[in-house]
């Protein structure tokens, strides 16, 4: 009958103690060569029968240890225990002698460390041995910061040393899931040079990525044939690397978004093809951002403020800005400058930065002017002041070559205001 690994033990320490006590009987009997049959039995490679059952009881109870090392040492303990009370002090000199024998070693064999089976997680173990025990502490299954998963991502770690703002993309949790997903070389290097390739500086890359962290949701054969198309459309290769890093969003769109973007602008504004293409360079958002606002504005020029097709055209190839402002800023605008201070439709046409200019920074110069009675606007009359040069230069040449007075004057009024 096979032996479980709780009687194993026992069973051995039984074994050793007959065969021990047989010795003792021998040596009684046959006092003269004691010493030779001690002798053999600690080390002489040929032995009694008993002698060589104590070889294979050793190994056998070295195996059982392996097993399970606890239940080991709670029935060595026990039985050694019982030894000691009732065996003599010579018993205890044969039994150190029996733990040294040479055939054995204290070792096993490779074969025989194969055919052992693995140690369970759920052995028990002593205190000494958990102290000794240094495990990671465990990455939490949700949080509301990337920061806990910083020193566990190699991934992340890398991003932050490219300048990416962590805690302005942990608050996308779409994309803190999608970043803690990414390989650093398979997925994010390849990207990282291809915009490398575009002309991005490494000191841009992590403003961009902070921007459009989805672009490594991207192909990369996608983003490639998105920039081939641009260049088949004659962008320079300095445009397009513009573009990118002031619209970082512009590679994430389709060839056929990007396609019907330059031709509604093209075709609503009727515009060349190269004003077109200098337009959308002047300012690339308006190939990612929505087409309402400039929609709702070009009604707002033609319908509301009496501009002509031509003239838009005009406005917005000087400050394309003005397609997406805000609709009640340039209303507001223009009634000052239009109906306050009598500038006519023909010459806003001529200075559209008027719209692209704070209105409280107009009305206090015109009033200033007013007040020095030197508003005038008409080219055809002496001392014209153009649009251009009263919304566009510093306060200190506005009042030295425009308005004739001192900083301090001016600083003084305003006070009044």
């Known amino acids: 009958m096979a032996l479980s690994a709780q009687q194993i033990p026992r069973w051995f320490n039984s074994i050793k103690l007959g065969s021990f006590i047989n010795t003792v009987q021998l040596t009684k009997c046959f006092p003269g060569p004691r010493k030779i049959l001690l ?11 008993d002698n060589c059952f ?9 195996i059982s240890s392996l097993w399970n090392s606890s239940q ?4 060595k ?5 019982s030894a000691q009370s009732t065996l003599l002090p010579l018993v205890n000199e044969q039994s150190e002698k029996a733990q040294k024998i040479k055939s054995f070693d204290s070792e096993l064999s490779l074969e025989e460390l194969d055919d052992l089976p693995p140690l369970s997680p759920l052995q028990p173990i002593s205190e000494e041995e958990a102290i000794q025990i240094i495990a990671d502490p465990p990455l939490p299954p949700a949080s509301f910061t990337l920061r806990d998963y910083v020193d566990h991502s190699e991934t992340l770690q890398k991003l932050v040393l490219l300048g990416v703002n962590l805690s302005k993309i942990e608050k ?11 390989d650093f070389e398979k997925d994010i290097k390849p990207i990282l040079l291809f915009l490398k390739d575009l002309g991005l500086e490494d000191n841009q890359l992590g403003t961009f990525l902070t921007k459009n962290y989805a672009i490594f949701s991207e192909d990369l054969e996608n983003l490639k044939t998105r920039v081939a198309y641009l260049q088949s459309k004659n962008f320079r290769k300095k445009d397009i690397e513009q573009m990118v890093r002031k619209a970082p969003f512009l590679l994430n769109f389709s060839v056929e978004r990007l396609d019907n973007r330059l031709g509604f602008f093209q075709k609503e504004l009727e515009l060349s093809v190269k004003k077109t293409r200098d337009l959308v360079v002047r300012l690339p958002r308006l190939l990612t951002g929505s087409l309402e606002p400039v929609k709702e504005n070009m009604k707002v020029y033609c319908l509301e403020l009496g501009f002509k ?7 917005i190839t000087r400050i394309p800005k003005m397609l997406t402002a805000n609709k009640r ?5 223009f009634d000052y400058v239009h109906n306050v201070m009598s500038i006519p439709h023909h010459m806003i046409v001529k200075f559209p930065q008027v719209f692209n200019t704070r209105l409280f920074k107009v009305k206090e110069r015109h009033l200033f002017l007013s007040y020095l009675r030197r508003a005038q606007y008409d080219p055809a009359k002496p001392n014209y002041i153009s649009l251009d040069k009263l919304v566009s230069i510093p306060d200190e040449v506005f009042c030295e070559e425009i308005a ?13 205001l």
């Open 172 to 182: 996308h949790p779409d994309a803190a899931n999608l970043l803690l997903r990414l």
């Open 329 to 333: 800023k340039l209303t507001e605008t």
């Open 77 to 81: 303990g026990q039985d050694s225990n």
């Open 39 to 49: 002798h053999g039995f600690s080390a002489q490679p040929q032995m009694s029968s």
């Open 54 to 62: 104590l070889q294979w009881g050793f190994r056998t109870y070295r």
């Open 404 to 416: 004739k007075a001192s900083l301090q004057d001016f600083q003084k009024f305003l006070k009044t």
């Open 309 to 315: 097709h031509n003239e838009i055209q005009h406005m």
């Open 72 to 75: 080991f040492t709670n029935s």
